[in-house]
C-alpha cells in the first residue's frame, strides 16, 4: 500500500555540518509535500542524522533506531532513515532490515538522487524538480550554516572524519556568494561559514584561493551583519585571516581555535601538525590583535600512551593560555584509525577522571575571564526577546541577559549597545543603552 501520510521528523545528533546535511534533507522533504512535526513518535518518516566522532554518539543513534523500530512493528506505516557518519557502522545492527533508507554523510550541497528515489518508490511525487540547486542553507531564519570546504585531508590519527566525509572539496567563491545572497533574502542575519579546517579553503584550487581572500570577499558584501567561521586549525592558521577579520566589525571576535593536547609527544603522535609552543605563540598573535577576543578550543584526553605528566601539560596549557571555554572529551578509539591500533590505551576510568578535573579547572578560568567584560558596554546580537528581557550574545560569542526600555521593541536579529552590570555564573547581565 503506497504511503499517504506526510508528517517528517529529523533528530540531528553531532556538529554543525551535520546540522546543514539535516536542512538538505528537510528541503527535499518540503519539496515533495512533508511537513516537520516536533515529536519523533507522530512523525511518519523519520531521518535519524548520525555522528561518528566517538563511541558515545553510535550508541546514541542506535538506541534512537531502536526506538524507531518499536514504533514501526506496532504503528503501520514509518520510514526510517539512517543518514551521516555513523550510518555505515549502524547498517551492522540487527535493525538493518527495518531500516527503509540508509546513505552516508554529504560532501556537496546536494542530497544523493537516491533518496528522492526512494521517495518516489513509495508513491510520494513532487512538482518541482528534487535536484535543482539548493539555496536555503538551513531551517532558522536567524543564523545559517554556509559550508566552504567539505571533507578533511588531515587524518589526525583519532578522527574518523576524513574516512566518513571524505577528501577536501572546496566551494567555489560565487557559489558561496550566492547562497548568502538567498539566505539573506530569506530574512537570516547570522552567517556562519563552515569547514572542519576553514584555513584549507581553496588549496584545490587552481590557482589556489586563500580563506582569507574568501573571507573579504564574504565580509565585503551588502548587508553582512554579523559573520562566523569554524573551525580554524593551528597549523594553517595565519596572519591574514587577523587583518581581514579587523577590517570588519562584522566579523565574530571568537576564535575556535582546537588544541587538542598539551604535550609534545601526544600532539606528535596526533599528527596535529604543531608543539603547544607554537600553539602559544599562535594564540598571542590572536590577542594582539584582539585583547578582547574569545578563545575556545577542544581537548582530548586519555590519548593512548597520555602518561600523568602528559595530562599534566595539557592542564598547564590551559592555565597558560586561559581559554574562554573548553570542549572536552575522553579519547574514544575509532574504527579504521590510527590511534585505535596504538598500544598503551588508556581505561575509560582514568579518562573520565582526568576529564573531570580538566573540566573542573576550566570553569574557574571560563568564570574569571567573564570579568572581563563588566561595567564595558557590548555590541549585543538578539537572540530571543520577551517582554521585559532579552538574551543575545556579544561579538565574543559570549551570551548576555539583558533588561531594556518597555518602549522599545527588540526582535531577534536585532543589533544593540548593552552595558554589562553583573556576570552570574557563566552569563554576563546588562541593560541596554539607549
Ligand atoms: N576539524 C576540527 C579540528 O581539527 O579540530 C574538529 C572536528 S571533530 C568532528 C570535533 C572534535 O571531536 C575534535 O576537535 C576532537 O576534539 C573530537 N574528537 C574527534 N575524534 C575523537 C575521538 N576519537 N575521541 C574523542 N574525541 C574526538
Ligand atoms: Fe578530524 Fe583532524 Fe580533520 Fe579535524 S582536522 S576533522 S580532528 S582529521
Not at 350 to 368: A, M, P, S, V, Y
Not at 379 to 403: C, H, M, P, S, Y
Request: hydrophobic residues 35%; neutral net charge.
Amino acid at each position: 500500500m503506497p504511503f499517504t501520510k506526510t508528517k517528517y521528523f529529523v533528530l540531528t545528533i553531532g556538529c554543525q555540518m551535520n546540522t546543514y546535511d539535516s536542512s538538505l534533507y528537510e528541503k527535499i522533504l518540503q519539496q515533495y509535500g512533508f511537513t516537520p512535526v516536533s515529536r519523533m513518535q507522530n512523525a511518519d518518516l523519520v531521518i535519524i542524522n548520525t555522528c561518528a566522532v566517538r563511541d558515545r554518539s553510535v550508541q546514541k543513534a542506535a538506541s534512537a533506531i531502536g526506538r524507531v523500530c518499536q514504533w514501526k512493528r506496532s504503528k503501520d506505516q514509518v520510514l526510517l532513515c539512517v543518514v551521516g557518519c555513523a550510518s555505515d557502522l549502524l547498517s551492522k545492527l540487527s535493525h538493518h532490515n527495518e531500516i527503509d533508507y540508509i546513505h552516508g554523510a554529504l560532501n556537496s550541497t546536494l542530497v544523493d538522487p537516491s533518496f528522492s528515489d526512494f521517495l518516489e518508490s513509495h508513491n510520494f511525487h513532487t512538482t518541482q524538480p528534487p535536484q535543482e540547486k539548493l539555496p536555503l542553507a538551513n531551517q532558522q531564519p536567524l543564523s545559517t550554516y554556509i559550508p566552504i570546504i567539505f571533507g578533511c585531508d588531515s587524518f589526525c590519527t583519532y578522527c574518523i572524519v576524513p574516512y566518513v566525509r571524505g577528501r577536501e572539496k572546496s566551494r567555489p567563491v560565487q557559489d558561496i556568494v550566492d547562497d548568502i545572497q538567498v539566505s539573506q533574502q530569506q530574512g537570516s542575519k547570522e552567517i556562519i561559514l563552515l569547514g572542519q579546517n576553514v584555513n584549507c579553503y581553496g588549496k584545490d584550487f587552481t590557482p589556489s584561493i586563500s580563506f582569507s581572500s574568501l573571507l573579504e570577499t564574504v565580509a565585503s558584501m551588502e548587508n553582512i551583519q554579523r559573520l562566523d567561521f569554524l573551525t580554524s586549525h593551528p597549523r594553517e592558521f595565519d596572519k591574514s585571516v587577523l587583518d581581514v577579520v579587523q577590517n570588519h566589525a562584522s566579523i565574530v571576535k571568537r576564535f575556535h581555535f582546537p588544541v587538542q593536547h598539551g604535550d609534545y609527544e601526544i600532539l606528535r603522535r596526533m599528527r596535529r601538525g604543531y608543539t603547544a609552543e607554537e600553539y602559544i605563540e599562535k594564540i598571542s598573535w590572536i590577542r594582539s590583535y584582539f585583547p578582547y577576543a574569545s578563545i575556545t578550543t577542544d581537548i582530548i584526553v586519555g590519548f593512548p600512551g597520555e602518561t600523568e605528566e602528559a595530562f599534566q601539560n595539557t592542564l598547564s596549557l590551559l592555565k597558560k593560555v586561559q581559554f574562554d571555554t573548553v570542549f572536552g572529551a575522553v579519547y574514544s578509539p575509532r574504527p579504521k584509525t590510527k590511534a585505535a591500533t596504538y598500544d598503551h590505551q588508556i581505561p575509560l576510568s582514568i579518562g573520565k577522571k582526568r576529564l573531570n578535573l580538566l573540566l573542573e579547572t576550566q570553569k574557574e578560568i571560563t568564570k574569571k575571564n567573564l570579568q572581563r567584560f563588566l561595567h564595558q558596554t557590548k555590541r549585543v546580537f538578539v537572540l530571543n526577546a520577551t517582554a521585559e528581557k532579552a538574551i543575545g550574545k556579544t561579538w565574543e560569542d559570549r551570551l548576555v541577559q539583558f533588561t531594556f526600555p518597555q518602549e522599545c521593541s527588540l526582535y531577534a536579529g536585532d543589533i544593540v549597545q548593552v552595558h554589562i552590570d553583573c556576570v552570574q555564573d557563566f552569563t554576563l547581565k546588562g541593560c541596554m543603552v539607549v
